[in-house]
């Protein structure tokens, strides 16, 4: 069984920071891409940011220049650093994991429960 804790949301002010943190446990052989989803109230889930194990990343076009991701890939641990955060940033944010599973070499793709992060002064 893999999971993923995420960890840091919370209420910041407008133009604020606030840093996100994901960890992976479980049966784990590797981790291909650890990723940052959001979801705001009456909206579809959307990427937010994803890093790949070799370091390569994508962010959605409105977080560019403000949010960086990285990874510590021996902790199994993916982190969301947001800067200069907006109204909009509002939502629940939720890790994601994909990987293989050591022995039968399966697949695995899970979330984390998710944690709000509110900007709002």
């Known amino acids: 069984q893999v999971q993923v804790v995420e960890s840091g949301g919370g209420l910041v002010q407008p133009g604020g920071s606030l840093r996100l943190s994901c960890a992976a446990s479980?049966?784990?052989?590797?981790?291909?891409?650890m990723g940052w989803y959001r979801q705001a109230p009456g909206k579809e889930r959307e990427l937010v940011a994803v890093?790949?194990?070799?370091?390569?990343?994508n962010y959605v076009d409105s977080v560019k220049g403000r949010f960086t991701i990285s990874r510590d890939n021996a902790k199994n641990t993916v982190y969301l650093q947001m800067g200069s955060l907006k109204a909009e940033d509002t939502a629940v944010y939720y890790c994601?994991?994909?990987?293989?599973?050591?022995?039968?070499?399966?697949?695995?793709?899970?979330w984390g429960q998710g944690t709000l992060v509110t900007v709002s002064s």
């Open positions: 994601n994991a994909r990987g293989i599973r050591p022995g039968s070499l399966t697949n695995f793709d899970v």
């Open positions: 479980g049966r784990i052989f590797s981790i291909n891409t």
């Open positions: 890093i790949t194990n070799a370091g390569s990343t």
